[in-house]
């Protein structure tokens, strides 16, 4: 799974002082914006670009769709939004090869890693909620740096949305033997393409969410797995095709070609020990990729043959959101775990552009939540439980809508009581 981060292709007009970038947040995803990408972003923002003489209706727009308004610059501004640190540009790599890992003291210290800590209250391109303090000190990370990363091989590269589906979103497999690299399941790494950016200066890495367990697809730990969806949006000038350059390099990526990466990074992401836990899981499109992770070593034969330490029994429930059936990713896969395990796995799609809301809208994740809000509230309750949010940003409010509904019935303020999960580690987020 990965969020772009970076502005691209935004052209400078004669005009460019009478255009405006708005950089809005907290815009939800409903009937309005499933209609259209937005065509800039950065750090979990929302770009958009307005001439002078529509700055009010667009405001008004924005309004509408429960945006706030948290920056307005000169479209000039937008070379230097290009300069900023996101989640996804841990640094400049160079062209060398496998490198070992660079020391904490260097200038690689400013890595994905911290900026994946430090939550911007404007919100990062992949926001994940702070790991307790302490927690997870064995867990790997930073193994490669960005001015050092490892030199791995695409293995095979397969197309994940069927036919009348939306978009490319394909399943990308790397060989990491020869290397060091190891990582455990929620975490993410980064990937460096190759070239220069438009200012002349190396490409800067993107993350993206393990979709596999820390035994690789093949179960040989000589692998790893990650979900990629093509990025693709309209110019708001030339209304041209822009495609992602990470996203688009992953995407093309032929069997034999080389990849830089870097990482692991994240702690917050990661599955409890305990194998009796109850997970409650919550996706929109690639937001899938470490949830797919935590089933496989629930729930895969060989998985659980490879880890005897840990044999999965409690309860596991998915929360799924696509657009349409052919956008069911793994759709095989989690449709074998349910005819498996119908007592330990619970998989709910909330298909956007087939199925229906009670109010004749299209059906979010956020309305398959507010469904099943009070058994949700139940489950999350206990103690055992842990709950997972990855995809879209814009689903988180109507997930708080329906649990707060849930927790008033019993005179329970559900923010506080989310607080009070964050802080025991129970409640675990990556959104963008």
Not at 272 to 287: F, H, L, N, R, Y
Not at 362 to 372: C, K, N, P, S
């Amino acid at each position: 799974m990965y969020n772009q981060g970076a502005v691209e292709g935004a052209a400078n007009t004669e005009l460019g002082s009478r255009i405006f970038v708005y950089e809005v947040v907290g815009l939800r995803q409903n009937e309005e914006t499933d209609k259209t990408n937005y065509p800039i972003r950065k750090s979990g923002s929302v770009f958009i670009r307005v001439p002078y003489n529509r700055m009010n209706q667009e405001m008004r727009r924005i309004t509408r769709l429960g945006g706030k308004i948290v920056s307005i610059q000169p479209a000039s501004a937008l070379e230097q939004l290009n300069g900023r640190a996101s989640y996804n540009n841990g640094g400049i790599a160079n062209n060398e090869g496998n490198g070992k890992a660079t020391p904490a003291n260097t200038k690689a210290e400013s890595s994905a890693e911290e900026q994946l800590k430090n939550k911007d209250k404007k919100g990062n391109t992949m926001t994940q909620a702070k790991a307790k303090k302490g927690a997870h000190a064995d867990v790997p990370v930073n193994i490669y740096r960005p001015n050092a990363p490892f030199v791995g091989k695409c293995i095979s590269n397969e197309p994940l949305v069927k036919e009348g589906g939306i978009g490319i979103v394909q399943h990308l497999k790397f060989d990491l033997s020869g290397g060091d690299l190891k990582y455990i399941e929620g975490q993410s790494i980064g990937i460096i393409p190759p070239g220069l950016d438009k200012n002349g200066k190396p490409e800067k890495l993107r993350l993206y969410s393990i979709a596999s367990t820390r035994h690789g697809d093949d179960v040989d730990d000589k692998t790893v797995s990650l979900c990629v969806r093509q990025l693709e949006y309209k110019h708001p000038e030339t209304n041209e095709t822009v495609y992602g350059v990470c996203s688009t390099h992953l995407c093309f990526l032929k069997p034999g070609d080389e990849v830089k990466i870097t990482g692991p990074v994240g702690k917050e992401m990661l599955l409890p020990d305990d194998p009796d836990a109850k997970v409650i899981m919550m996706a929109t499109g690639t937001g899938i990729a470490p949830m797919r992770a935590y089933l496989w070593r629930m729930f895969k034969d060989a998985e659980r043959a490879a880890n005897p330490e840990y044999q999965f029994k409690g309860f596991s429930w998915l929360i799924f959101g696509v657009p349409t059936t052919p956008n069911l990713l793994y759709k095989e896969e989690l449709e074998e775990i349910q005819q498996k395990y119908p007592d330990n796995f619970r998989l709910t799609c909330a298909i956007s552009r087939e199925q229906k809301n009670p109010q004749g809208g299209r059906m979010y994740i956020q309305d398959r939540v507010a469904e099943h809000a009070d058994e949700l509230w139940k489950l999350i309750k206990e103690e055992k439980t842990h709950t997972y949010i990855c995809g879209l940003r814009g689903m988180e409010g109507g997930i708080d809508e329906a649990l707060t509904n849930a927790a008033a019935k019993e005179g329970i303020t559900w923010s506080d009581y989310q607080k009070e999960l964050k802080k025991a580690g129970r409640w675990h987020v990556e959104t963008y």
